[in-house]
């Protein structure tokens, strides 16, 4: 059993198309989050959702909507694509509680623009 | 604001040798730390985690990591590398805020094993 997937795994598409990127995750987790790893393996928090709730944006362009249509899903809408977009995307959840919890990764998704 | 160097970028070690990957992190209060790998092409494995208690943590594979805090410091380390530890290593710090939590990573290093 895949505990958190995404699809697609590889993504190519056009400069100032828009696309999207789900996760789900079957671990019953409240809380998922997408971070970005760029051309050079940096891997930085995007999002953190909470029950369906918005708890981090970390300065990422209005371009990137992350929606969560309940708890097990956190999907990742791009607008406009840009080049500099071009990265892999990796999903999380994890169960919060007391002290930190654990993140589970999804496989990723690499995104490339043309 | 939390951050995680990692000050070699890429270490070459021959197969049978031992390893050790530098980890420093810098954050204000308890750090939640972690190593993750990642293998060619693919997502993220979570080597072990240090919360509390034992500075010295068991993980998978083989791997352990030594929590130094007069050093703030969480080197990863193996005594003997196989062909197949050749990845990207990873070192992060999780922190909170409110009910909010998120991993800080390194920039990563990576690992070449030569026969």
């Known amino acids: 059993d895949t505990a958190v997937s995404q699809t697609p795994k590889y993504l190519v598409t056009q400069m100032g198309n828009d696309k999207s990127i789900k996760c789900e995750q079957n671990?019953?987790?409240?809380?998922m989050y997408w971070y970005k790893q760029d051309s050079k393996k940096f891997l930085k928090i995007m999002f953190s959702?909470?029950?369906?709730?918005?708890?981090i944006n970390e300065t990422v362009p209005n371009r990137f909507s992350p929606k969560s249509p309940d708890k097990a899903h956190l999907n990742l809408h791009i607008n406009s694509l840009e080049l500099g977009d071009s990265a892999v995307y990796f999903c999380?959840?994890?169960?919060?509680?007391?002290?930190?919890?654990?993140?589970?990764f999804g496989p990723g998704t690499r995104l490339t623009v043309l | 604001a939390q951050s995680v160097t990692q000050p070699d970028i890429h270490i070459t070690v021959s197969e049978g040798a031992s390893l050790e990957l530098r980890c420093n992190y810098s954050?204000?209060?308890?750090?939640?730390l972690f190593w993750y790998v990642q293998s060619p092409g693919q997502g993220l494995q979570l080597l072990l985690k240090?919360?509390?208690?034992?500075?010295l943590v068991q993980g998978i594979k083989g791997f352990e990591a030594e929590f130094k805090r007069s050093q703030s410091s969480f080197n990863l380390r193996k005594p003997s590398v196989h062909w197949s530890d050749a990845a990207e290593y990873f070192c992060?710090?999780?922190?909170?805020?409110?009910?909010?939590?998120?991993?800080?990573f390194g920039t990563g290093t990576r690992l070449q094993v030569t026969l």
């Open positions: 999380a959840s994890s169960q919060e509680g007391l002290g930190y919890n654990e993140q589970f």
């Open positions: 671990l019953g987790h409240d809380t």
């Open positions: 959702y909470n029950n369906k709730e918005l708890i």
């Open positions: 954050y204000g209060a308890t750090p939640y």
């Open positions: 240090y919360f509390s208690g034992d500075t």
């Open positions: 992060a710090v999780g922190s909170r805020t409110g009910t909010a939590s998120k991993l800080t």
